[in-house]
């Protein structure tokens, strides 16, 4: 059994806790957080503390906090035998103190505290500040899902580019459609179908055959009268920018 710390209670401590302290290969020592109302959440999976200070046995300490917070959190716990890992895609390994054996634990995935998710399904990218600490990571990644690899910084980065697009502004494109509903009273239930095509299509064809729409049929007439319903302001410039960059491609 791998004895396991996280520290912070937000949304990837949550479901972190969650698949763990279920799990036959780690023991869920304790969840420390400053935040006391959100610590009562995780009563259910450990033992809450908000000491920093009170890392006590354990061989891993996982930083689940804000990226700005992983270099003052890291440096606030005191020094141990543990790995210190931190949860964030954007954010290299170096942000841990160095007087830690620092890791990076990312699973890519999107994760909010009311969600479920499959969790052996999603990918996590792994990295150890030293080779002698890559079996514990395994064998910690494979606690949770079967779908790891290794990558390093400068890559994971890059990673959470892509994944910045897919999700994060693809999801605001939703909200700005949904807006687009409601300010003409239709449903956003009427949304929800295409939505779902929308996604499941690229799983089986890429994304650049799968498109459709006057921007890729270069249907100028519908384009014109699609900006003249747009109010000025940054949906119309995003639209603009969208239907010159599908044209481009
Ligand atoms: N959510 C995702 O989809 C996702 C996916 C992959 C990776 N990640 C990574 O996971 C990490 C946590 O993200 P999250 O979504 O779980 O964030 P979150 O829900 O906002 O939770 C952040 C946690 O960090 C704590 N915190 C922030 N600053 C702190 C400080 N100075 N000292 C102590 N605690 C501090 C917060 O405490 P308070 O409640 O008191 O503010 C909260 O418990 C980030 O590195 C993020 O990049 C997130």
């Keep these: 059994m791998i004895e396991v710390t ?22 869920l020592k304790n969840v420390i957080g400053r935040n006391q109302k959100s610590l009562d959440e995780f009563k259910q999976f450990a033992n809450v503390s908000s000491d920093f200070s009170s890392i006590g046995s354990t061989a891993v300490c996982l930083l689940a906090v804000s990226d700005e917070a992983i270099g003052s959190v890291s440096e606030q716990i005191p020094q141990g035998d543990y790995l210190v890992l931190h ?4 954010t290299n390994l170096q942000a841990i103190s160095d007087k830690h054996r620092r890791g990076v634990f990312y699973p890519f995935q999107s994760f909010s505290k009311n969600s479920t998710f499959k969790y052996a399904e999603i990918p996590l990218l792994l990295e150890v500040g030293t080779d002698k600490d890559k079996e514990l990571l395994i064998q910690l990644a494979e606690s949770f899902s079967q779908n790891h690899q290794f990558l390093d910084s400068e890559q994971r980065l890059k990673l959470h580019l892509a994944g910045t697009f897919v999700n994060n502004f693809a999801n605001h494109l939703f909200q700005i459609g949904f807006d687009l509903c409601q300010a003409n009273k239709f449903s956003v239930e009427l949304l929800k179908p ?3 095509e929308t996604a499941d299509k690229i799983m089986h064809i890429n994304p650049k ?3 459709t729409g006057p921007a890729k049929r270069n249907d100028k007439d519908t384009i014109e009268k699609h900006l ?4 000025e302001g940054k949906s119309k410039e995003i639209y603009k920018l969208i239907t010159s960059s599908i044209q481009d491609i």
């Design 6 to 27: 996280i520290i912070g209670s937000g949304n990837i401590a949550f479901h972190l806790a969650k698949a763990w302290h279920k799990s036959e290969k780690v023991k």
């Design 87 to 90: 949860t964030s895609g954007a």
């Design 194 to 196: 295409l939505i779902r």
């Design 209 to 211: 055959e799968a498109q």
């Design 228 to 231: 003249a319903l747009l109010p």
